[in-house]
């Protein structure tokens, strides 16, 4: 059985066949290697394949296509299912989350209930008691009372902050901390929180799936500690080794405000800040600790916040992150056009052409092409990329600032800065759409040929090229005002790619991947 590293969760005595949906997510994608671990079956619901097929996992479970919007689609995926975990949550996607996070939740519901499903299992939100409910919490719990009353078991498991490498919410809290060693922060710092680590989370999800069947609930799942936001702040800079942070609260910063002030210091953007930090104003603290009686705490108790902290960081210093909140995001619809449309059925189609013979060997190349964007950046003038992240912020977009999951690795479907990687056939073309704010759709491609040139034949070829399909005069206007720049950025970023992997190549590099250093010092100076 395919392990992935993950963690022995015990003996299970029936195997059961489990539904994931939102196995691209943050939660999603850590739970499948779990419970294929603990001996379960999994199948998962995705609307492309190509969305899991460079997961780790993906050879070791069915892929099933289709919306889970769809009832029809979640009607055939079910067949035959024990047990469904709903993943699913459309924080982030735009003001109506609330009618979309409503309509998939009775699709699934009902779904289940007519294929005769053993179980339906939950990740919810925390809720408090006698508190008005942010948008965020009030659709968690409305999700949560759809399943329970489906008609199907229902296991409710009602977390609050996630500690854990790559969740937003731990995003949230790493960069506030330690991007502001002081900081005038709005009342909800003083709000109550009972955190839990990603570690257990994951156990409480696995173990829900042998419920006995007359159980049918909300559980509270939280860690040993009940901070404030505050606290929290303060504690992380401890564990990370920070100076003391200076923290001063004052009563007149609105959630609006709030959430862009997070998303101008951290990666997440304004659309995910905002309704986050309007639930940082609930109070989020375990009521009762039932789920005990049925996933028995482990030997050594609940993870704690500075242990799960330490964990996290770990993880992000050994470049072991393997899921994040980005990756939840789906780029572009099913139906927008792609580059490689045969006469490209999608009307005017720009395009910036750049290629470049490089005196090294394809597998350099292809390690300089696969490690772009994050902390290796984009190889010509970083003013320039920094200033279009900066506005990109500005008008509600992703900006820069999402980084990479992994330094060199990449899959289909994941984040990189504020491009999504639409595609990739190692080791010849990495393909990256645009989720920066744009009047159209854009792309940009990086290929790796070997053809005869005239360094002979056999002579390695850097191709680049950027795309842009505009939307109506908008965005005609946008690529004729920002193609004079063109030559610096994207031919600065052919000669400088290919200086880097001639660098490479010459420091006689190991088979394999590159280190960080590696890549780092092959890097010329734009």
């Not at 329970?148 to 901390?177: C, H, K, N, Q, W």
């Amino acid at each position: 059985m395919f392990k992935s590293g993950a963690r022995d969760t015990g003996t299970v005595t029936t195997s059961q066949l489990c539904l994931v949906t939102g196995a691209t997510g943050y939660i999603g994608g850590r739970l499948v290697p779990e419970l294929l671990a603990a001996g379960h079956r999994v199948r998962v619901l995705t609307r492309s394949r190509n969305k899991v097929r460079d997961y780790p996992w993906a050879a070791d479970v069915e892929v099933a296509e289709g919306d889970a919007a769809d009832p029809e689609a979640v009607r055939r995926v079910c067949a035959g299912i024990d047990v469904v975990y709903y993943l699913i949550h459309a924080i982030g996607s735009g003001s109506d989350f609330e009618d979309t996070d409503r309509r998939t939740a009775q699709a699934v519901a009902t779904a289940a209930r007519a294929a005769d499903v053993s179980r339906i299992v939950y990740l919810g939100g925390l809720l408090p008691d006698g508190e008005e409910l942010s948008a965020h919490l009030r659709s968690r719990a409305e999700v949560g009372d759809i399943l329970l009353d489906s008609g199907v078991p229902t296991a409710v498991l009602r977390a609050a902050v996630i500690i854990g490498s790559g969740s937003a919410s731990f995003e949230m809290l790493r960069y506030l901390t330690e991007r502001l060693p002081a900081m005038i922060t709005p009342r909800w710092v003083r709000s109550k929180i009972q955190p839990i680590a990603i570690r257990d989370v994951l156990r409480y999800l696995v173990g829900a799936a042998t419920l006995p069947a007359d159980v049918s609930r909300a559980f509270d799942i939280c860690g040993p500690d009940v901070l404030d936001y505050r606290e929290m702040m303060r504690r992380y800079a401890e564990v990370a080794g920070l100076p003391r942070r200076l923290i001063i609260p004052v009563p007149v910063l609105s959630p609006w405000w709030s959430s862009h002030w997070v998303g101008l210091v951290t990666p997440v953007p304004n659309s995910l800040a905002r309704p986050l930090v309007e639930s940082l104003r609930n109070t989020v603290v375990c009521g009762e600790h039932d789920i005990a009686d049925y996933v028995p705490d482990p030997p050594g108790g609940l993870i704690g916040f500075e242990r799960a902290v330490e964990l996290a960081l770990t993880r992000i210093r050994e470049y072991d992150v393997p899921t994040r909140w980005s990756s939840a995001t789906v780029a572009g619809a099913p139906s927008d056009p792609l580059p490689t449309d045969p006469d490209w059925a999608g009307g005017s189609l720009y395009v910036d052409e750049r290629c470049r013979e490089v005196a090294a060997n394809p597998q350099a190349l292809w390690r300089i092409i696969e490690g772009i964007g994050g902390e290796h950046g984009w190889y010509s003038f970083p003013l320039a990329w920094w200033v279009r992240g900066v506005l990109d912020r500005l008008v509600g977009g992703v900006g820069l600032r999402r980084g990479r999951r992994d330094p060199f690795d990449l899959y289909v479907g994941e984040a990189l800065d504020f491009w999504r990687v639409e595609e990739i056939d190692a080791p010849h073309l990495l393909r990256l759409r645009a989720e920066m704010r744009v009047p159209g759709l854009a792309w940009l491609e990086l290929c790796v040929d070997v053809g005869d040139g005239k360094g002979g034949e056999g002579q390695t070829v850097y191709r680049q090229r950027a795309l842009f399909h505009p939307r109506g005069f908008l965005g005609q206007l946008y690529w004729w005002s920002v193609a004079p720049f063109h030559g610096f950025v994207f031919g600065g970023m052919a000669r400088n790619i290919a200086a880097a992997a001639e660098n490479l190549d010459r420091e006689n590099a190991e088979p394999g991947k590159a280190t960080s250093a590696d890549v780092r010092r092959s890097q010329p100076q734009a």
